[in-house]
């Protein structure tokens, strides 16, 4: 059997060792701790946005988003149905109804037209939501200046969940500064990694002051424990924060590399019948955290995505459907939605190709001829 090829797996820079060393040789191998500040830093410079607090996970970030904007129960939030779980997850925890709306073409994301038909439908139903969150799938910026302008219009704060779009840029800007807030991730498939963790990014510092208190039990001040709110234990830890340290190092580096999978996938399958890929619109750069294709089986002779999938399996390469849209999940199936088919078709037809920042050319080459293999 030839070595497994992932669909995209942690790739160590080299100075993350380090930093974890310092951690253990100071004895910070409790939370917080100066990798801690110094990732947040790091993060803070890297993006632009003048805060940032470390924690658990970007799902950790989103919920903390989410009660910073005060959702409560019975409340409704607005989020892009094609994305991963975790998007939506935390509109639940806080015991509020997610209201799913579907994806233009051009992105893949939240579609700004149907998001306002959602918005006013919600109010004349009698409610106005509470929060919006868009997206940027698999690193392409969502349509922000739209989004925006919807949101401005009824007075909804955005949260952009960014956690598969550090690196990208919409307008010149970080994919995550754009909204009220934004989260990112560091989980083990993303474009760097701390093993585990995410963070929040936004611009008002008392917000992301009251995120770091809620991380880490809310604790008041005062030399007993004394609390006035309701905590949670979301903060990251000072070793894993060392790891990501090291990754900020090299992240330009990971994202030069997605790019490059990309652009080599363009090179060898565009003109196959029936591949298609997306194209980043004027003024956006994606990250491309992962390389994606559309397959359609009435111009490529019968060759489907799964088709494509199941080859690539049996050569113990792993390539995955694209996300399946929220409104489709049967955890949701309660939830309002408000569709225009994309996301349905893209999940028919879309596939993820393995991406990761280490891969070689000679597993792009094999990866690409298995593929060609079945139009033959
Ligand atoms: C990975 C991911 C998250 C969650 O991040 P974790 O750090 O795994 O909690 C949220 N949203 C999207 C779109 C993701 O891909």
Same mark, same amino acid.
């Given at each position: 059997?030839?070595?497994?090829?992932?669909?995209?797996?942690?790739?160590?820079?080299?100075?993350?060792?380090?930093?974890?060393?310092?951690?253990?040789?100071?004895?910070?191998?409790?939370?917080?701790?100066?990798?801690?500040?110094?990732?947040?830093?790091?993060?803070?410079?890297?993006?632009?946005?003048?805060?940032?607090?470390?924690?658990?996970?970007?799902?950790?970030?989103?919920?903390?988003?989410?009660?910073?904007?005060?959702?409560?129960?019975?409340?409704?939030?607005?989020?892009?149905?094609?994305?991963?779980?975790?998007?939506?997850?935390?509109?639940?925890?806080?015991?509020?109804?997610?209201?799913?709306?579907?994806?233009?073409?051009?992105?893949?994301?939240?579609?700004?037209?149907?998001?306002?038909?959602?918005?006013?439908?919600?109010?004349?139903?009698?409610?106005?939501?509470?929060?919006?969150?868009?997206?940027?799938?698999?690193?392409?910026?969502?349509?922000?200046?739209?989004?925006?302008?919807?949101?401005?219009?009824?007075?909804?704060?955005?949260?952009?969940?960014?956690?598969?779009?550090?690196?990208?840029?919409?307008?010149?800007?970080?994919?995550?500064?754009?909204?009220?807030?934004?989260?990112?991730?560091?989980?083990?498939?993303?474009?760097?990694?701390?093993?585990?963790?995410?963070?929040?990014?936004?611009?008002?510092?008392?917000?992301?002051?009251?995120?770091?208190?809620?991380?880490?039990?809310?604790?008041?001040?005062?030399?007993?424990?004394?609390?006035?709110?309701?905590?949670?234990?979301?903060?990251?830890?000072?070793?894993?924060?060392?790891?990501?340290?090291?990754?900020?190092?090299?992240?330009?580096?990971?994202?030069?590399?997605?790019?490059?999978?990309?652009?080599?996938?363009?090179?060898?399958?565009?003109?196959?019948?029936?591949?298609?890929?997306?194209?980043?619109?004027?003024?956006?750069?994606?990250?491309?955290?992962?390389?994606?294709?559309?397959? !359609?089986?009435?111009?490529?002779?019968?060759?489907?995505?799964?088709?494509?999938?199941?080859?690539?399996?049996?050569? !113990?390469?792993?390539?995955?459907?694209?996300?399946?849209?929220?409104?489709?999940?049967?955890?949701?199936?309660?939830?309002?939605?408000?569709?225009?088919?994309?996301?349905?078709?893209?999940?028919?037809?879309?596939?993820?190709?393995?991406?990761?920042?280490?891969?070689?050319?000679?597993?792009?080459?094999?990866?690409?001829?298995?593929?060609?293999?079945?139009?033959?």
């Amino acid at each position: 059997m030839n070595e497994k090829i992932w669909l995209s797996s942690p790739h160590m820079g080299g100075q993350e060792l380090e930093y974890v060393k310092e951690a253990f040789q100071s004895n910070w191998i409790a939370p917080l701790g100066p990798n801690v500040d110094g990732f947040e830093n790091d993060l803070a410079k890297y993006t632009g946005s003048p805060f940032a607090a470390a924690l658990s996970a970007g799902t950790a970030a989103l919920h903390l988003a989410l009660i910073l904007l005060d959702v409560k129960s019975g409340d409704e939030v607005l989020c892009q149905s094609m994305t991963f779980s975790a998007s939506a997850n935390p509109i639940a925890y806080q015991g509020a109804t997610p209201v799913f709306v579907d994806s233009e073409k051009d992105t893949w994301n939240i579609d700004p037209v149907l998001l306002e038909e959602a918005i006013k439908d919600r109010i004349a139903k009698g409610k106005k939501p509470k929060a919006i969150i868009p997206v940027h799938l698999y690193g392409m910026p969502a349509k922000m200046a739209e989004i925006l302008a919807v949101a401005a219009k009824y007075e909804i704060p955005v949260v952009e969940d960014a956690a598969e779009a550090l690196g990208s840029l919409y307008q010149g800007k970080a994919c995550g500064t754009l909204g009220e807030l934004g989260i990112l991730s560091f989980n083990g498939n993303k474009i760097i990694t701390t093993s585990g963790g995410g963070a929040l990014i936004g611009s008002n510092g008392d917000q992301i002051k009251k995120a770091r208190f809620l991380a880490t039990q809310a604790r008041d001040n005062a030399p007993h424990y004394e609390h006035t709110h309701i905590g949670f234990n979301y903060r990251m830890s000072n070793i894993c924060a060392g790891i990501g340290r090291g990754q900020m190092q090299v992240l330009d580096d990971r994202v030069e590399k997605r790019r490059r999978n990309f652009d080599y996938y363009v090179k060898e399958l565009a003109g196959v019948p029936g591949i298609s890929f997306l194209q980043e619109p004027e003024g956006s750069v994606s990250n491309r955290w992962l390389s994606t294709i559309l397959v !359609n089986p009435k111009e490529s002779g019968g060759v489907s995505r799964e088709t494509i999938r199941l080859a690539l399996e049996k050569e !113990n390469i792993e390539s995955r459907p694209l996300w399946k849209p929220m409104h489709m999940q049967p955890v949701f199936s309660g939830a309002p939605a408000y569709v225009n088919g994309v996301s349905e078709k893209l999940f028919e037809d879309g596939l993820c190709l393995p991406s990761g920042s280490n891969l070689t050319i000679q597993q792009l080459e094999s990866i690409v001829a298995n593929i060609k293999k079945l139009w033959d």
